[in-house]
């Protein structure tokens, strides 16, 4: 298993409504909205580091209102 945060900068306004979609994803063990350069931080699990990109460009980036993201993948 892969284990990796997401850094979303959302429109202005759809932070709510990005945050409770995201929560839906089996993916998402944690999402929250944070403060600063970022709007929302997902730590996200996948099987294998194939599936992350894919998770990435084909679940969160087609979301309405997400503007950007960054995907950090952390080391166990």
Do not use: C, Q, W
Request: hydrophobic letters at 45%; charged letters at 30%.
């Amino acid at each position: 298993m892969v284990l990796a945060y997401i850094l979303i900068v959302v429109e202005a306004g759809h932070e709510k409504e990005v945050t409770k979609t995201l929560k839906r994803l089996a993916e998402a063990e944690e999402v929250n909205t944070i403060y600063g350069e970022y709007d929302i931080i997902a730590r996200i699990r996948v099987k294998a580091i194939e599936n992350l990109g894919d998770f990435v460009i084909e679940k969160i980036r087609p979301i309405k209102g997400v503007k950007r993201t960054s995907t950090l993948i952390a080391v166990e």
